[in-house]
């Protein structure tokens, strides 16, 4: 037992850093009312929680370098700790954003790569499939005690005491950390500050676009940002697009500056050689699918049995309860098939069934919820996410030396908060046009007078928030509709929540299908804990 006590303590470390992308969704309606704010503003501090943690975590692995694993694990978790504490403290939605979305972002920057690396460093052969197996599994369980610990604690306490109970974990996991055991040396290596910036700004503008693109418009202006009352739409197009573009130019500006730091003898900020190995492309693109869907199912769900349904925070969980239970389950029994079946074969099952519970899901949601099938949905969408959580961490770290862990253990915390930061953006973006469209769209095809209609347009001018379904006919009422109209709203809103829901659904169903092109290089057989792919002669290729 005592050789795993390394891989529990990082385990703990990697429970809290996946633990907060979770376990807000849950508390949505109750931090929106506490701190007088919004969904959509929710919405941001979610995704530039994630963003933060992709835009520099490149940076935060090479520091792993220059520090020592160890000693930048350990910083990490004390900036954390600084981030959970403000968050817990936060009396407003900026001061949230500060501490959750940015310094506990950098904090798990350093974090992340540090507990890939110092599994790799500390454990060879089956010890390491076993212990990247264990780290899934933990993150696994995180994604799905997150939704029972925040429903329970928002609802009985505050949603402020998870950040709380997060500072003490992080204090323990300082007090334990001397028992982890780093045999890499420090290294002197000069960090190129151009790279840091071309990656952090190519991936902030393309998410950013992304999230903006329910309020902008995907490509025609729909609510642009005006200066002195002039909207900002270049050659009448939305600024979506310009933002993805410009993101996309400054990362294969990235690329080539790296390529540039190798051929005059600096270090680059990241080996983008790496990318020629199939197993490595194939393992972090199955990987950033994984999380962009995750995130996705946590923040519609919750939003959906919240606001559409009214359950409050605790119900929320106990709804996403069977996803938790077989999320855990599934990682250990994927950590157990790895010793008869290939990580591709276990992949790809996980893959299918993930699309499976999507079209199951799918079927279940209306303003009645029907319980069983969405049950049986959240239960199989929690063994596929956790097959996959027991197979791609040790596909990455094996497609490579022992030198190169700290750098692909970077491009893994990447590529997963890229992913989950795409996830939320997107399905965001789809959750709230379908849910303008609809509304709007129900409106006008109504027998409500015209008067009415022509009101409720203009107050969407800005856009459609989403708000409980309860609360619509009371504000309709106070907004100086009659009782029969605001009820005949409220009954066209909800209709339009379920729509909404279900057009991002078909969304989540659409990236789950298209991951499967993904795994085409996932190995095929597993040989004393190294997965090797089908191919030799392609594997000494790439």
Same mark, same amino acid.
């Given at each position: 037992m005592k050789k795993w006590n390394i891989v529990i303590i990082l385990g703990l470390a990697q429970f809290v850093m996946v633990l907060d992308s979770t376990v807000?969704?849950?508390?949505?309606?109750?931090?929106?009312?506490?701190?007088?704010?919004?969904?959509?503003?929710?919405? +941001?501090?979610?995704?530039?929680?994630?963003?933060?943690?992709?835009?520099?975590?490149?940076?935060?692995?090479?520091?792993?370098?220059?520090?020592?694993?160890?000693?930048?694990?350990?910083?990490?978790?004390?900036?954390?700790?600084?981030?959970?504490?403000?968050?817990?403290?936060?009396?407003? %939605? /900026?001061?949230?954003?500060?501490? !959750?979305?940015?310094?506990?972002?950098?904090?798990?920057?350093?974090?992340?790569?540090?507990?890939?690396?110092? %599994?790799?460093d500390n454990y060879h052969d089956r010890d390491r499939v076993t212990a990247y197996a264990i780290i899934g599994a933990v993150s696994g369980g995180a994604v799905a005690a997150g939704p029972l610990i925040g429903g329970f604690v928002t609802t009985y306490f505050s949603w402020r005491y998870v950040f709380f109970g997060e500072v003490l974990i992080m204090i323990v996991v300082l007090m334990l950390s001397r028992l982890v055991t780093d045999n890499s040396a420090p290294q002197k290596i000069r960090v190129d500050v151009l790279s840091v910036l071309l990656s952090a700004a190519g991936l902030v503008a393309i998410v950013f676009g992304m999230l903006q693109s329910k309020v902008w418009g995907w490509v025609l202006p729909l609510h642009p940002p005006q200066v002195n009352g002039v909207p900002i739409e270049p050659l009448g197009l939305s600024l979506v697009p310009y933002f993805i573009v410009a993101g996309g130019v400054l990362l294969w500006a990235f690329f080539v500056r790296q390529r540039h730091l190798i051929a005059v003898g600096r270090p680059p900020l990241l080996q983008v050689s790496m990318f020629r190995i199939a197993q490595l492309r194939a393992g972090l693109s199955v990987l950033a699918a994984q999380y962009a869907i995750t995130a996705a199912i946590f923040f519609m769900i919750p939003v959906y049995l919240q606001m559409t349904l009214g359950l409050d925070a605790l119900s929320t969980g106990l709804k996403i309860f069977p996803l938790s239970i077989s999320l855990i389950?599934?990682?250990? /029994? @994927?950590?157990?098939? +790895?010793? /008869? !079946?290939?990580?591709r074969r276990i992949v790809r099952l996980g893959q299918f069934i993930l699309v499976a519970s999507a079209i199951l899901l799918l079927g279940s949601v209306s303003l009645e919820l029907k319980g069983w099938l969405f049950a049986a949905g959240m239960f199989f969408a929690g063994s596929a996410l956790g097959l996959l959580a027991s197979q791609l961490g040790n596909v990455n770290m094996s497609s490579v030396s022992e030198d190169k862990t700290s750098e692909v253990g970077g491009l893994q915390g990447v590529l997963q908060n890229l992913g989950s930061s795409l996830g939320t953006a997107l399905i965001g973006s789809v959750l709230i046009a379908s849910l303008a469209s609809g509304f709007l769209g129900g409106v006008q095809s109504s027998d409500l007078p015209s008067s009415v209609k022509t009101q409720v347009n203009t107050l969407s001018q800005s856009g459609v928030e989403i708000i409980p379904v309860s609360q619509v006919a009371?504000?309709?009422?106070?907004?100086?509709? +009659?009782? +029969?109209? @605001?009820?005949?709203?409220?009954?066209?809103?909800?209709?339009?929540? /379920?729509?909404?829901?279900?057009?991002?659904?078909?969304?989540? %169903?659409v990236l789950a299908i298209v991951?499967?092109?993904?795994?085409?290089?996932?190995?095929?057989q597993i040989v004393a804990g190294k997965p090797k792919v089908a191919s030799r002669r392609r594997a000494g290729r790439e």
């Amino acid at each position: 037992m005592k050789k795993w006590n390394i891989v529990i303590i990082l385990g703990l470390a990697q429970f809290v850093m996946v633990l907060d992308s979770t376990v807000m969704n849950v508390s949505i309606s109750k931090v929106v009312t506490d701190l007088d704010t919004t969904v959509a503003a929710m919405q +941001s501090a979610i995704t530039f929680y994630t963003l933060t943690m992709a835009a520099v975590m490149l940076l935060g692995a090479k520091f792993g370098d220059i520090w020592g694993r160890r000693r930048a694990f350990v910083v990490g978790c004390i900036v954390y700790g600084c981030g959970s504490l403000l968050t817990g403290l936060a009396p407003n %939605i /900026v001061v949230l954003f500060l501490g !959750w979305s940015v310094i506990e972002g950098l904090g798990a920057v350093l974090v992340i790569p540090a507990i890939a690396a110092l %599994i790799a460093d500390n454990y060879h052969d089956r010890d390491r499939v076993t212990a990247y197996a264990i780290i899934g599994a933990v993150s696994g369980g995180a994604v799905a005690a997150g939704p029972l610990i925040g429903g329970f604690v928002t609802t009985y306490f505050s949603w402020r005491y998870v950040f709380f109970g997060e500072v003490l974990i992080m204090i323990v996991v300082l007090m334990l950390s001397r028992l982890v055991t780093d045999n890499s040396a420090p290294q002197k290596i000069r960090v190129d500050v151009l790279s840091v910036l071309l990656s952090a700004a190519g991936l902030v503008a393309i998410v950013f676009g992304m999230l903006q693109s329910k309020v902008w418009g995907w490509v025609l202006p729909l609510h642009p940002p005006q200066v002195n009352g002039v909207p900002i739409e270049p050659l009448g197009l939305s600024l979506v697009p310009y933002f993805i573009v410009a993101g996309g130019v400054l990362l294969w500006a990235f690329f080539v500056r790296q390529r540039h730091l190798i051929a005059v003898g600096r270090p680059p900020l990241l080996q983008v050689s790496m990318f020629r190995i199939a197993q490595l492309r194939a393992g972090l693109s199955v990987l950033a699918a994984q999380y962009a869907i995750t995130a996705a199912i946590f923040f519609m769900i919750p939003v959906y049995l919240q606001m559409t349904l009214g359950l409050d925070a605790l119900s929320t969980g106990l709804k996403i309860f069977p996803l938790s239970i077989s999320l855990i389950l599934f990682s250990i /029994v @994927g950590t157990r098939l +790895s010793a /008869v !079946w290939s990580p591709r074969r276990i992949v790809r099952l996980g893959q299918f069934i993930l699309v499976a519970s999507a079209i199951l899901l799918l079927g279940s949601v209306s303003l009645e919820l029907k319980g069983w099938l969405f049950a049986a949905g959240m239960f199989f969408a929690g063994s596929a996410l956790g097959l996959l959580a027991s197979q791609l961490g040790n596909v990455n770290m094996s497609s490579v030396s022992e030198d190169k862990t700290s750098e692909v253990g970077g491009l893994q915390g990447v590529l997963q908060n890229l992913g989950s930061s795409l996830g939320t953006a997107l399905i965001g973006s789809v959750l709230i046009a379908s849910l303008a469209s609809g509304f709007l769209g129900g409106v006008q095809s109504s027998d409500l007078p015209s008067s009415v209609k022509t009101q409720v347009n203009t107050l969407s001018q800005s856009g459609v928030e989403i708000i409980p379904v309860s609360q619509v006919a009371g504000i309709a009422e106070k907004a100086g509709l +009659s009782s +029969s109209e @605001g009820d005949q709203l409220a009954s066209i809103y909800g209709d339009s929540q /379920v729509s909404a829901l279900r057009a991002s659904l078909v969304a989540v %169903i659409v990236l789950a299908i298209v991951s499967l092109l993904f795994s085409k290089n996932i190995p095929t057989q597993i040989v004393a804990g190294k997965p090797k792919v089908a191919s030799r002669r392609r594997a000494g290729r790439e």
